[in-house]
Nanobody, 124 residues
């Protein structure tokens, strides 16, 4: 079992920055890959970024490349998403997910545990 708690969401103006955190407990943190997904109102959950178990491999959806950075600190059992140059279209609930295995995936169904989500709202 893995428990995930996201934090760091909030209201920010377009062009601003936020850093999301995902704190994990339970199974050894370094034994699984992780990812951020997001879900806007009325839309399906979509992939944002993923990171491998070691942190050495990352993947991003095209619309956030160059603006978002995913990272993890295995000593602190925490994953992060640094979001810069935020746009109104980034508004969504952001969820962190855990996937057993070394590498992340863009497929929602491959993740085994999810946090409760944190709201990010970007105003114009």
């Amino acid at each position: 079992q893995v428990q995930l708690v996201e934090s760091g969401g909030g209201l920010v103006q377009a062009g601003g920055s936020l850093r999301l955190s995902c704190a994990a407990s339970g199974r050894a943190f370094s034994t699984y890959a992780m990812a951020w997904f997001r879900q806007a109102l009325g839309s399906e959950r979509e992939f944002v970024a993923a990171i491998s178990w070691s942190g050495g491999s990352t993947d991003y959806r095209d619309s956030v490349k160059g603006r978002f950075t995913i990272s993890r600190d295995n000593a602190k059992n925490t994953m992060y998403l640094q979001m810069n140059s935020l746009k109104t279209e980034d508004t969504a609930v952001y969820y962190c997910g855990v996937k057993y295995g070394w590498y992340g995936s863009r497929r929602y169904a491959e993740y085994d545990y999810w946090g409760q989500g944190t709201q990010v709202t970007v105003s114009s």
